[in-house]
């Protein structure tokens, strides 16, 4: 019998330790001074304010003397991810440090267009269409090469950021050494860049086809007669012109 007794007293401790350890580990990360948010760490960008106050609109904002288990880490990395400057964003929290470090990339632009708002969109080497925001990509707004459309320019910029997305590795120097990109009315892609430091203008027609051209556009470039090569006519790839 007291060995029962014995026994029930035993569990009965252990679930008192137990809830109690609980507790105050719940008070203790929940409410306690002890452990709040010492400093918080953006890296990645220069526009520290704008990053902060998108997190203060969207009510996730980290500030310091915030208990550091009521930091919603979730949330701050969804709304960094949501907006379209960004390329990617972690947010992580330290307990031994109390801080709250958040790691973004912005996109770097490789060109620009007019909206039919006449408002300025830029594209990246992923050809994600994106609003300059931070200090740095408005500062690079003069030294990128302009996008102009002449028909639907929604679907026009549409069609160049697949375009720009989908150049392969190869080729990637076409859009580094990008001068202007151009769609007409028919929704031809115009493009205007350099091949050996020289300058060439390359008619990729639509979109259709475009990995087909391609690849004849790389088995082109590798004869030897087309070294001086100043103007390529993809429009129709089983015909290309070439200047």
Do not use: C, H
């Amino acid at each position: 019998m007291s060995y029962k007794i014995s026994k029930r007293f035993k569990r009965l401790l252990f679930s008192i330790l137990l809830i109690s350890s609980i507790s105050f580990a719940s008070y203790l990360l929940g409410w306690s001074s002890l452990l709040t948010v010492e400093e918080v760490e953006i890296k990645g960008t220069e526009s520290t304010s704008v990053i902060l106050n998108e997190l203060k609109s969207k009510d996730v904002e980290p500030v310091v003397g915030q208990k550091l288990a009521r930091v919603e880490i979730r949330s701050v990395k969804r709304v960094l991810s949501d907006l379209d400057w960004i390329a990617s964003a972690q947010a992580s929290r330290n307990w031994l440090s109390k801080k709250i470090e958040i790691q973004v990339v912005e996109r770097v632009a490789v060109a620009k267009a007019l909206t039919e708002s006449n408002s300025m969109v830029n594209f990246d080497s992923d050809g994600s269409i994106f609003n300059p925001t931070s200090n740095k990509q408005l500062k690079g707004q003069e030294l990128l090469p302009l996008v102009s459309t002449a028909g639907d320019s929604r679907k026009d910029l549409v069609d160049v950021a697949l375009l720009l997305k989908q150049i392969p590795a190869e080729l990637s120097y076409l859009v580094s050494d990008l001068d202007q990109i151009s769609v007409t009315k028919a929704g031809y892609i115009l493009m205007s860049t350099r091949i050996n430091s020289q300058a060439v203008r390359i008619n990729w027609g639509s979109i259709d086809q475009i990995d087909q051209k391609f690849s004849v556009l790389q088995a082109l470039l590798k004869l030897p007669e087309n070294k001086g090569i100043k103007q390529v006519d993809l429009s129709e790839p089983k015909a290309p012109i070439v200047k």
